[in-house]
């Protein structure tokens, strides 16, 4: 097992370094590579046939529906992330999680209604071209586009290309916006203040998530059709449904969030590292799997339609990834821990799904199966060396989004031939040099100005009857002696 | 032999083992308890409603131990769980009649040590 092991770290190291290209690599990753790409060329024909024949109006209401589901999944995410925080974080500072997490998800929504998806999406409404631009404030039916679709005819259509409505558009990427707080929630947790998280929430996901969110899904610098051509090649920079987009941005935030706040008390003490236990498996093993039936519309309704080849594929990869999360996750925690770790193995299964974002829809089946492998390995060395380097995160945040969002994304360009390596790393350069420091900004400012962190007292006795004046488990005896 | 309570705050308790352990007590047993001392208790709200929690959470500390470890113990858990505020704690001494270690069948100061 150890051997198998050091293959998949060995492996993955040289993924990390970035230069290695397909041919490069162990000669049966290179066959899988090379015998890999029949299936895409398959999907892309399916859907280029689609296109020729139109979309029909059964088909626009077929595709809407699917989209709309992938809305109610996307949603649930937000209850798999406020457990997974939950039960990784001890009992007294729980009304504080869940406060945060409800509260994220108004904050997310209402700014994208606001700013968020004319910012994201500014349509031909650049001030600088492919960089920034801005499509006005609030949401409405863009001109020529109707509310009904008897009236509309085709104008409907050709909004979404027959896939969905503008509204269905609209509230499945206000879904995804809050998830980029949402992450960096659990890494900042049992130390935070309250309002000036908040506050910080609101300037990461109305003003960074969607303003670097442009840059590919809205048409900017880093696709093929944007103005920077010499930069990311004939290829473009491919982010399927967000490894970097949604999770690198919001591990970025994650990241700068604790290096300004610094560890919990008693976490790293004379040089010794002492575990945080969170106080309930059972509830972050429910958020992982909510998470995982989620990631069915994160994925899945990225597709941006009810194609049924390509929709039922990214499941697919999508669901081999988390499993292979899992097995490498496992398999590195057995070996390396002595005692297979259960939060360690759910870390490694989320892991599996942030790696597989970026090219679930693009990669092969045994690719996807080796970056959910790589991935779920990597997540269990990546948390024990953050505590390594004293860097605090009670819920491997940084680890499962930043970490592996990034793999995931260099992983395009090393199994799928369509893309480069060295455009998908401009791209995980380009999200980190702006999402880092802007995040780190914030926090500075807030710390100098408001305060971040709260006091040494209220820390000990716990957030919940600090900042909330209320206990999470009344009538429960717990033992909160750490 | 001495039977030594202390009344400490929960979140002492980590640095009351680490001042025990400094000076070789390592026996000790630790539980749960709810209070009510001078500090009074503080005010919680719940859907909008405040009320008065007076019963406080605290770990009780119990430790035997022979005569000569009695002002090891006295000071070190001072020490770990004094902070200077209402609510620190008490600590409680009290004769003990005998102690017998169950495994052996010892009993008195060898059954403590």
């Given at each position: 097992m150890k051997t198998h092991v050091i293959k998949l770290l060995a492996l993955s190291l040289l993924l990390i370094s970035g230069g290695v290209f397909a041919q490069e690599l162990d000669s049966t990753v290179g066959t899988i590579v090379a015998s890999g790409n029949g299936m895409v060329d398959t999907v892309t024909a399916v859907v280029e046939t689609a296109e020729e024949a139109g979309t029909s109006a059964e088909m626009f209401r077929v595709n809407n529906t699917w989209m709309m589901v992938s809305i109610f999944l996307v949603f649930i995410m937000h209850l798999g992330f406020a457990t997974v925080e939950t039960g990784l974080t001890r009992a007294k500072n729980t009304v504080n999680i869940l406060f945060k997490n409800t509260a994220i998800v108004a904050i997310g929504l209402l700014t994208y209604a606001l700013i968020g998806f004319n910012l994201m999406y500014p349509g031909e409404s650049w001030f600088l071209k492919g960089i920034l631009g801005f499509a006005g404030f609030g949401i409405g039916l863009p001109e020529g586009v109707d509310a009904t679709m008897a009236e509309a005819g085709a104008a409907a259509f050709t909004y979404g290309g027959g896939g969905y409505t503008y509204w269905t558009d609209f509230l499945f990427q206000g879904m995804f916006a809050a998830t980029a707080a949402t992450i960096v929630s659990g890494a900042v947790a049992e130390r935070i203040k309250l309002g000036p998280f908040l506050i910080f929430c609101v300037l990461y996901v109305m003003l960074v998530y969607p303003f670097v969110g442009s840059w590919v899904w809205g048409g900017g610098w880093l696709t093929v059709g944007g103005n920077l051509k010499g930069l990311v090649g004939e290829k473009g920079f491919h982010d399927f449904a967000g490894s970097t987009l949604v999770h690198s941005v919001g591990g970025w935030g994650a990241l700068a969030g604790i290096l300004v706040l610094g560890?919990?008390?008693?976490?790293?003490?004379g040089g010794i590292t002492r575990p945080i236990m969170g106080h309930s498996m059972p509830l972050l093993t429910i958020g992982v799997f909510l998470l995982w039936l989620g990631w069915f519309g994160f994925n899945g309704g990225s597709v941006l339609s009810a194609e049924p080849v390509l929709a039922s594929y990214v499941l697919v990869t999508t669901s081999l990834a988390a499993a292979a999360g899992i097995v490498g996750s496992m398999l590195t925690s057995w070996t390396v821990q002595k005692h297979p770790d259960l939060s360690m193995v759910l870390n490694g299964c989320l892991a599996g799904l942030v790696g597989i974002t970026a090219g679930a829809d693009v990669v092969n089946i045994i690719p996807a199966i080796l970056i959910g492998l790589i991935c779920g390995a990597v997540a269990v060395l990546s948390v024990m060396a953050f505590d390594r380097l004293k860097i605090d995160d009670p819920v491997g945040a940084t680890t499962v989004h930043l970490v592996c969002g990034i793999l995931g994304t260099l992983f395009v360009g090393v199994f799928s031939p369509e893309f480069s390596v060295i455009t998908q790393l401009t791209g995980v350069l380009a999200y980190g040099v702006v999402c880092f420091p802007a995040a780190l900004i914030i926090f500075l400012v807030l710390k100098l100005t408001v305060g971040l962190r709260v006091s040494e007292e209220e820390e000990l006795k716990g957030l919940d009857l600090g900042e909330h004046g209320m206990e999470s488990y009344h009538g429960f005896q717990i033992f909160t002696a750490q | 032999m001495k039977l030594i309570i202390a009344y400490v705050q929960p979140e002492r308790l980590t640095a009351v083992k680490q001042a025990l352990y400094e000076k070789e007590i390592f026996k000790l047993s630790v539980t749960n308890a709810l209070g009510c001392g001078q500090q009074r208790g503080y005010r919680e709200s719940y859907r909008g409603v405040a009320m008065e929690v007076n019963l406080l959470k605290k770990v009780r500390v119990e430790i035997a131990v022979n005569d000569d470890f009695v002002q090891a113990t006295i000071d070190a858990v001072i020490a770990g769980a004094r902070t200077g505020k209402i609510g620190d704690g008490k600590i409680f001494v009290t004769d003990l009649a005998d102690c017998i270690r169950i495994r052996t069948g010892e009993t008195g100061e060898d059954a403590i040590g």
């Open positions: 560890p919990r008390m008693g976490k790293y003490v | -």
